[in-house]
């Protein structure tokens, strides 16, 4: 058996309610700043996030924004003030982003 046909035959003894796929499905779209998606979604499935997720979510939108915009710099400052445990790699992106602009 092929490790794809492995994991195929794992996958179907997986039984996952619907509730835990929604609750995969919220996560993503907040993880992704898709604010008023997760909002829509979470009044359509019931499911709810606490304040501080909430706002993580619309902190996440911004940020997003402000990168389309090419506000990147800006964004930078954000991410570093909400996420501090990564902003050695949001420097380090961003760096590289400036000497390319060079």
Do not use: H
Not at 21 to 38: C, D, H, I, Q
Not at 41 to 49: A, I, K, P, V, Y
């Amino acid at each position: 058996m092929s490790e794809q046909e492995k994991w195929n035959t794992t996958l179907d003894k997986l039984q996952i309610s619907k509730t835990d796929m929604n609750k995969l499905v919220l996560n993503f779209l907040s993880l992704e700043g898709y604010k008023e998606a997760a909002e829509r979604f979470m009044r359509e499935t019931g499911l709810g996030l606490d304040e501080e997720e909430k706002y993580v979510l619309r902190e996440r939108k911004e940020i997003r924004e402000l990168i389309q915009n090419d506000s990147i710099e800006e964004a930078i400052d954000r991410i570093n003030s909400l996420c501090p445990e990564v902003s050695f790699g949001v420097s380090v992106v961003a760096g590289g982003k400036r000497r390319a602009e060079l």
